[in-house]
C-alpha cells in the first residue's frame, strides 16, 4: 500500500507517522467499500475514524500485555472498549467484541486472524495505533510521566513512544529519570509539543 501510495503521489509523507496514519485511513476504507460494515450489521458499523479508534484501544492494551495472547484475551480488550467507551451493556459488548474481532480479523488487513488468534499485521501498525491512543486519551504530559515512571523501563513501548515523540527524545528522557520530575516533565512537555511527530495526526496536548 505504501509503493501504491508513492505511485500516484511520487513521494512519502516525510514522517513515518503520517505514512502510517495513511495506510491505516486507506485500509480501513477499503474494508468499509468492500463489505466490512454490512457484515458487522447496524450494531458494529462505523466509520473509519471508530474502527481505528477501536483498533487503537486493541493496540495500546496488546502493547502492554506485554504476552502472547490467545482471541479471549483480544475479545475481552475490546468489550472493554465497547462497555466503557462506547456504552454496550457488559453482556452484549462481549457477543459484539466476537463478531467485531472476527470480521476485523477477516476484512479490515489490518488486524489479522488465524486460527482465533490476532496480530496486527505489522508491530509498527500496532506501535503506531497504541502512540495514537496514548496521545489523544492520555495526553503528552501524562504520557511522559508515565514514562519516566514504568513505561520507559519495557521495551515494548519504546517503539511506540518513538512514534509520538521527537528522536532522540525518548533516549533523553530515559537518562534524565530523576527526583526532578515534577519540574522536569512540564519543561518537556513544553519543548516536545513544538515537534510532536504525531502532529500533523493528533493534537499533541
Given amino acids: 500500500m505504501a509503493a501504491k501510495i508513492y505511485k500516484e503521489k511520487q513521494s512519502l509523507p516525510p514522517q513515518r507517522s503520517a505514512l502510517y496514519g495513511e495506510l491505516v485511513d486507506r485500509a480501513l476504507n477499503r474494508a468499509i467499500e468492500n463489505g466490512l460494515n454490512a457484515e458487522l450489521g447496524d450494531k458494529l458499523a462505523a466509520d473509519p475514524t471508530l474502527h481505528e479508534l477501536r483498533l487503537a484501544y486493541l493496540a495500546q492494551r496488546m502493547t502492554a500485555s506485554e504476552q502472547a495472547l490467545d482471541s479471549e484475551s483480544i475479545e475481552g480488550f475490546v468489550a472493554d472498549h465497547f462497555q466503557n467507551n462506547e456504552g454496550f451493556p457488559r453482556v452484549l459488548a462481549k457477543t ?33 495505533l497504541a502512540a495514537k491512543y496514548l496521545l489523544e486519551n492520555e495526553g503528552l504530559q501524562k504520557m511522559l510521566q508515565d514514562y519516566w515512571h514504568s513505561r520507559g523501563t519495557r521495551e515494548s513501548w519504546r517503539l511506540p513512544y518513538r512514534f509520538a515523540l521527537p528522536h532522540p527524545m525518548v533516549q533523553q528522557i530515559s537518562l534524565m529519570r530523576s527526583p526532578g520530575l515534577s519540574r522536569t516533565v512540564p519543561r518537556l512537555t513544553s519543548a516536545i509539543r513544538k515537534n510532536c511527530l504525531l502532529s500533523d495526526v493528533v493534537r499533541c496536548v
Avoid at 99 to 128: A, D, N, P
Fill in 96 to 128: 459484539c467484541a466476537k463478531q467485531w474481532s472476527e470480521r476485523m480479523g477477516r476484512c479490515s488487513g489490518l488486524l489479522i486472524g488465524k486460527q482465533r488468534i490476532y496480530e496486527f499485521l505489522h508491530s509498527t501498525v500496532r506501535e503506531y
